[in-house]
């Protein structure tokens, strides 16, 4: 297929392969270390009580109301995990630990069955509020952590709660200094009032069940990439003037290199800040840039190695507001 085309022939071999017959395993992989780096963390907050079972599975998450931790199984395998960086961008070490973190929030939520009471309702919200994948988050808001991308915190009580105790595990955050004046403080100190309260306490709920796990998948892992690329139509992304108005370096120019090799070099922080902002989805928001990088390239454009701080700073503006307009309208642009 198409999209694989670019991946290493040893990669390739890979694809046909049931993720169920890997024989994969969170002890002795790669992502160990991370699970254990959590439960360092912790114990280090004294919640001596509390150790979220992981296992791997499709993707991030926590099964709603079960204090277990689900990580995607490409992070298992250093081959599948080289796939995902050519396919999707891995997680890096930071990364990692932000979604474990996150996680943790939503399976502490569920172990002690916090959502009941009534205080963490005042300060959180309705745990039983419909969950929406599209939201509309309030920029620069007060009332909420900062911690995932795309002001995740206002998406839904519960990930409002995750996000907050996230912040609060987070070694040296400094989140009494940094939120000082802030609405989301009283969260905080509410975490950290829980925290105390229950750290030798056993969890309410001690039995869990998980999603899918990798000994259940019996998709391929090129399956799994086909049908969780979403092709963004290029019609409804950019029109060729404005991506000409960018990157309009001469061709006789010495120091001209192909825009499209420009955006890939770089489309990593691209994707990452412009989701942090936006509030879009991270993926939507990498098709995106995925798209113009073919459409640069389609067009011939070319980026002038004298300009590249202000092709950087106009591509992630103009890129910034296809994702805005997105959010608001549903369309990358109005046709």
Known sequence: MQQFEKLRPELREILGKPVRELGLKIEGSPVERYVQQLYRELEQKKLMKFRPPCYLTDEWGCPSGEPVIGLPFY???????????EMNDLEDSREIMMYLRHEAGHAFN???????????????????????????PVPFSRNYVRHMAGWYAQKHPDEDFAE??????????????????????????????????????????????????????????????????????????????????????SKRSKRA???????????????????????????????????????????GLLADSNREAEHLAEVTVYASALAMNYLSNGKFTHV
Do not use: C
Request: glycine fraction near 4%; proline fraction near 5%; avoid cysteine.
């Open 75 to 85: 992070l298992a395998n250093p081959v599948l995990s080289q796939i995902e960086k």
């Open 110 to 136: 569920y172990a002690y069955r916090l959502y009941n009471r009534p205080e963490w309702k005042q300060i959180f919200g309705w745990f039983r509020r419909p969950y929406r994948d599209n939201y509309r």
């Open 164 to 249: 907050t105790f996230a912040v609060w595990l987070t070694p040296r955050s400094g989140w009494r200094k940094k939120y000082r004046g802030w609405g989301a403080l009283e969260k905080l100190k509410y975490m950290d009032r829980v925290a105390r309260e229950v750290a030798n306490v056993d969890p309410v709920r001690r039995k869990w069940q998980t999603d899918i796990t990798v000994d259940e998948m019996e998709t391929t892992v090129g399956d799994f990439y086909h049908r969780s690329a979403e092709e963004v139509p290029i019609v409804d992304l950019a029109t060729d003037n404005d991506l000409k108005d960018i990157f309009n370096a």
């Open 257 to 299: 290199r192909p825009a499209q090799q420009f955006l890939q070099q770089h489309r990593k922080s691209l994707v990452d800040k412009i989701a942090y902002w936006s509030g879009v989805q991270r993926p939507l928001i990498k098709r995106l840039i995925e798209a113009i990088e073919q459409r640069t390239g389609e067009l």
